[in-house]
């Protein structure tokens, strides 16, 4: 079965600083999905990127990037010039057959002014 | 404007009692899934539906119960049989394309007294 796991509970960064959040995923799959999704305090799911396993170029949307790593299973997300809004719960997740996502635990990112 | 709505955004219901969470979508997708979502855990996927007239327990399905005689419509039953009922609860849809992001509305906090 398919696990996702981010290992930081909090992070915390200052505004206009570099953040990156960790996600570890397992499957026996070779062909997938991943993504990252922001819930802020309004608690509505966002997707923020994803990640087609079979392209080997990183994701980027604008401030949003990934450092996918398909050998080491590792998906983590760099969020540059943190912005205020930034501030949410991000879950990192799988696609695995049948468009069924797995999610992982969440990470909360706070952000100081 | 397209989107996904549930009703309502809180909701009370005494211990023993079933009650039905509502999920609405315009968007003309034929996928429709519910998760629940507890602190520290994700989101857990419960039932899916990839067509009308059929629908898939997911991980935690368990003392739930979904009908999707609509295809904008996919409502959730929590019986008596839940354990733990308590819980916020997320609707999402998707397309069937190769793609298919799935959508999620504002979610239902349940609260069981």
């Known amino acids: 079965a398919q696990t996702v796991t981010q290992s930081q509970p909090e992070m915390s960064v200052q505004e206009a600083e570099t953040v990156t959040l960790s996600c570890t995923y397992d499957?026996?799959?070779?062909?997938?999905?991943l993504f990252w999704y922001k819930q802020p305090p309004s608690r509505q799911m966002i997707l923020v990127i994803r990640?087609?396993?079979?392209?080997?170029q990183n994701a980027t949307e604008n401030r949003f990037s990934v450092n996918f790593q398909k050998a080491a299973k590792s998906f983590s997300l760099k969020i540059s010039d943190s912005q205020l809004g930034d501030a949410a719960m991000y879950f990192c997740?799988?696609?695995?057959?049948?468009?069924?996502?797995?999610f992982g635990a969440g990470t909360i990112l706070r952000v100081k002014s | 404007d397209g989107g996904i709505t549930q009703s309502p955004k809180y909701l009370f219901r005494k211990e023993g009692q079933n009650v039905t969470l509502s999920c609405e979508q315009n968007?003309?997708?034929?996928?429709m899934y519910w998760y629940r979502q507890d602190p520290g855990q994700g989101l857990r996927l419960i039932y899916y539906?990839?067509?009308?007239?059929?629908?898939q327990k997911g991980d935690i399905a368990e003392g739930y119960s979904v009908s999707r005689e609509k295809k904008e419509s996919f409502p959730l039953t929590v019986t008596s049989a839940q354990k733990n009922p308590t819980a916020f609860y997320l609707c999402?849809?998707?397309?069937?394309?190769?793609?298919?992001?799935?959508?999620f509305g504002p979610g239902t906090r349940l609260t069981v007294l």
């Open positions: 999402a849809s998707s397309d069937q394309g190769s793609y298919n992001e799935q959508f």
């Open positions: 990640q087609e396993a079979y392209k080997q």
């Open positions: 539906s990839q067509i009308v007239n059929d629908f």
């Open positions: 968007l003309n997708h034929d996928a």
């Open positions: 997740a799988y696609r695995r057959r049948g468009n069924k996502l797995v």
């Open positions: 499957t026996s799959e070779s062909d997938y999905y």
